[in-house]
């Protein structure tokens, strides 16, 4: 089954504890994404790669890490988790950029409470 | 800049009753896409639909319904005899030209009432 699968699911960490939530896609898909969701802001882009060992920044990239290092694996790194991280965080991935039009799926969702 | 608007952020209907969600957007560019997506309670993100900005077709899929109007930059859902299963958060995302990334509105919660 062509997924996106994310872990953990659900995570309550402590201030300043690293962490890493995985991503890893089963489609040979070329694109990745890291999002955030908050109420009333709807989800915003984090990081993305367009292949093995090329990433940028999103919108919101501050506090956070990626590596592509594989083509399937994505994952998000928080080094120094502060309140203002609490979200639930999407990882997402597409045969190509989504400015050619190709569909983004999306993993079922990470939800992270940082105390 | 690129932005979506979902003016709409809960709606409420009984059961079977038709509902529009509305989308508008905003960008310069004449090449883009449109995207529809809905977030059950259980929080995945399921994708709808994909528009491309050359193709103003309504498309039809079941009771699901999607009408492209580039005069007014509007791209809206409807649900036509709304079931309990409907009842969902959904969001319009829109992607652009040069532009990695889906600039997603805010969301409309619909609450379909048994």
């Known amino acids: 089954e062509a997924q996106v699968t994310q872990n953990p699911r659900y995570l309550i960490t402590v201030t300043g504890k690293k962490l890493t939530v995985t991503c890893s896609q089963n489609?040979?898909?070329?694109?990745m994404s890291w999002y955030r969701q908050d109420p009333g802001l709807g989800l915003r882009q984090i990081y993305y790669?367009?292949?093995?060992?090329?990433?940028d920044k999103g919108d919101v990239p501050e506090g956070y890490k990626v590596s592509r290092k594989e083509k399937r694996n994505f994952p998000l790194i928080l080094e120094s988790p502060s309140p203002n991280q609490t979200s639930l965080y999407f990882c997402?991935?597409?045969?190509?950029?989504?400015?050619?039009?190709?569909?983004?799926?999306f993993g079922e969702g990470s939800w992270l409470t940082v105390v | 800049a690129q932005k979506v608007t979902q003016a709409q952020t809960e709606i409420s209907v009984v059961e079977k009753e038709d509902v529009t969600l509305d989308c508008v957007y905003e960008?310069?560019?004449?090449?883009?896409?449109l995207f529809w997506y809905k977030q059950p309670p259980s929080g995945e993100l399921v994708f709808l639909i994909r528009?491309?900005?050359?193709?103003?077709q309504n498309e039809i899929s079941g009771r699901y319904s999607w009408n492209f109007q580039k005069s007014t930059s509007s791209f809206n859902f409807t649900i036509t005899a709304s079931q309990v299963v409907d009842s969902a958060v959904y969001f319009c995302?829109?992607?652009?030209?040069?532009?990695?990334?889906?600039?997603f509105g805010t969301g409309t919660r619909l609450t379909i009432i048994p």
């Open positions: 997402a991935s597409s045969l190509g950029s989504p400015d050619s039009g190709n569909t983004i799926y």
């Open positions: 489609m040979n898909h070329e694109y």
């Open positions: 790669s367009m292949n093995v060992e090329v990433t």
């Open positions: 960008t310069r560019d004449t090449t883009y896409y």
């Open positions: 528009r491309n900005s050359f193709d103003e």
């Open positions: 995302a829109l992607s652009v030209v040069g532009n990695e990334k889906l600039t």
